[in-house]
């Protein structure tokens, strides 16, 4: 089952512009993570906050986590065409032990237009 | 992608086959996960496995089968019984415990006709 969801859906930008993205998800969590997709490529890991934090930076990434709304926001700053891709957030829910695992959102489209 | 491979990037089947994707990781990893994702959508789990000769069914295992005959290997067989098989289908990796962030492998595009 798909936990977190992201809005918008799709988001288009001009390069420059910072992209804002938001997730929402409904059990109690342990982390959240943002991962990127290039067009028909694997995911890769960006960015992670464990649910005592509220934000973390990485470069031109700042996400916050807000556990009391059960939302998470990535933001990125001073976008660049390479940005474009799709991105994902993803849950691991507290207390499931050994079988913890990563649930998934449907993904945002973001589109960096030069 | 990290120290996952998954082959081959494209494949092509007939309706009817059985057919097997091949994922293989080089990060001594104990956990490895596969997933299916179709046009637009997010991830969707199918199996995972946490350590060798040991998996468990994920959200949508059904028409599937997997095997863990050694750690750095987690094929995927998609089987006749597998209704709408044509996806992009994802493997992953991840260390038990801590954050399960997870490393993927770059997918394999399924298309059975």
């Known amino acids: 089952s798909q936990q977190g969801e992201e809005d918008p859906q799709a988001l288009s930008i001009q390069e420059g512009e910072n992209a804002t993205m938001n997730c929402s998800y409904k059990?109690?969590?342990?982390?959240l993570q943002w991962y990127r997709q290039n067009s028909g490529r694997g995911l890769v890991h960006l960015i992670l906050i464990r649910s005592n934090e509220r934000e973390k930076h990485s470069g031109r990434l700042r996400v916050t986590l807000d556990t009391s709304k059960k939302s998470s926001s990535l933001l990125i700053t001073a976008s660049r065409a390479a940005d474009t891709a799709s991105y994902f957030c993803a849950t691991v829910a507290i207390h499931t032990g050994a079988n913890s695992k990563l649930t998934f959102g449907k993904g945002i489209t973001l589109s960096v237009r030069p | 992608d990290g120290g996952i491979t998954q082959s081959p990037k494209y494949l092509f089947r007939k309706e009817g086959q059985n057919v097997t994707l091949s994922c293989e990781q080089n990060?001594?990893?104990?956990?490895m996960y596969w997933y299916r994702q179709d046009p637009g959508q997010g991830l969707r789990l199918i199996y995972y496995?946490?350590?060798?000769?040991?998996?468990q069914k994920g959200d949508i295992a059904e028409g599937y089968s997997v095997s863990r005959e050694k750690k750095e290997s987690f094929p995927l067989t998609v089987t006749s019984a597998q209704k709408n098989p044509t996806a992009f289908y994802l493997c992953a990796s991840s260390i038990i415990g801590g954050t399960y962030e997870q490393y993927f492998g770059p997918g394999t595009r399924l298309t059975v006709t």
């Open positions: 496995s946490q350590i060798v000769n040991d998996f």
């Open positions: 990060l001594n990893h104990d956990a």
């Open positions: 059990t109690s969590i342990n982390n």
